[in-house]
C-alpha cells in the first residue's frame, strides 16, 4: 500500500520569500508523484508531475519539486512567492501501472503568504 | 481549456436520503473517478470507473454507494441512505488513458448531511 505524509499542515510566509513544502511517500512499487493546488472553493489543480527522467521537474506558476528516490520525498519549492500562491496544495502518488491508478494524498499544507 | 464539471456545489440533504452528485468528465477520457475529503482531512479515493464497470473501490465504497454513467456524458455517484459522517465534499476526475495520464478534478460537490 501506498501513504503520502505532508509534514506541514500550515506554512506561513512572507511575500517575496522561498518556501518549501515538503512530502514523504512510501511505496512497495514504483510510482509517480504529483502535485495539486487547491485555491478556496475551487477543485484540485495540477501544478506538477514526476513520471520519469530528470528528477527535477518545473511546474506552472514558478513551482518546481525534486525527487528523492533514497529519500523518498517530493518536496516542492518556489524561490519568491506572491499573495496569490495562497491557496492547500497536496502531495499525491499513484503507482505505475496501466490501470485504474488511484491516487494516494497527502492531508495537505496550508501556504499562507503575508504581504 | 476543457475541464471536468460537477453539479451542484452544494447540497444539503436529511439523514437517511438518497442523494445524487453529477459530473461532466472532459469528453474523450475513459477513466472516472470520486474521491472525497471530510473536512480537514485528506483526500480520499472512492471508486474508478472505466470501460462501463468499476475497475478499483476503497472500503469507504460500501453497498451504500453506487456509481453509473447513465449516458455518454454524465458519471454519477449515488449514496442511498446518507449518514452524518458523509458530510464531505465529494471530488470528480477524469483521465484521458490509464498510466501517466493526469487526472483532472472538478470543483467538488460539498455534501451536507443534517
Known amino acids: 500500500a501506498q501513504s503520502v505524509t505532508q509534514l506541514d499542515s500550515q506554512v506561513p510566509v512572507f511575500e517575496e520569500a522561498p518556501v518549501e513544502l515538503r512530502c514523504n511517500y512510501s511505496s512497495s512499487v514504483s510510482v509517480y508523484l504529483f502535485w495539486y493546488v487547491q485555491y478556496p472553493n475551487q477543485g484540485l489543480q495540477l501544478l506538477l508531475k514526476y513520471l520519469s527522467g530528470s528528477t527535477l521537474v518545473k511546474g506552472i506558476n514558478g513551482f518546481e519539486a525534486e525527487f528523492n528516490k533514497s529519500q523518498t520525498s517530493f518536496h516542492l519549492r518556489k524561490p519568491s512567492v506572491h499573495i496569490s500562491d495562497t491557496a492547500e496544495y497536496f502531495c499525491?502518488?499513484?503507482?505505475?501501472?496501466?490501470?485504474?491508478?488511484?491516487?494516494?494524498f497527502g492531508t495537505g499544507t496550508s501556504l499562507t503568504v503575508i504581504p | 481549456e476543457p475541464e471536468v464539471t460537477q453539479t451542484p456545489s452544494h447540497q444539503v440533504t436529511q439523514m437517511g436520503q438518497e442523494v445524487i452528485l453529477r459530473c461532466v468528465p472532459i469528453s474523450n477520457h475513459l477513466y472516472f473517478y470520486w474521491y472525497r475529503q471530510i473536512l480537514g482531512q485528506k483526500v480520499e479515493f472512492l471508486v474508478s470507473?472505466?470501460?462501463?464497470?468499476?475497475?478499483?473501490k476503497s472500503e469507504i465504497f460500501d453497498d451504500q454507494f453506487s456509481v453509473e454513467r447513465p449516458d455518454g456524458s454524465n458519471f454519477t455517484l449515488k449514496i442511498r441512505s446518507t449518514k452524518l459522517e458523509d458530510s464531505a465534499m465529494y471530488f470528480c476526475a477524469s483521465r484521458r488513458t490509464g498510466g501517466t495520464d493526469t487526472q483532472y478534478f472538478g470543483p467538488g460537490t460539498r455534501l451536507t448531511v443534517l
Open positions: 470507473f472505466y470501460n462501463n464497470e468499476i475497475s478499483e
Open positions: 499525491a502518488v499513484s503507482e505505475r501501472r496501466n490501470t485504474g491508478n488511484q491516487f494516494y
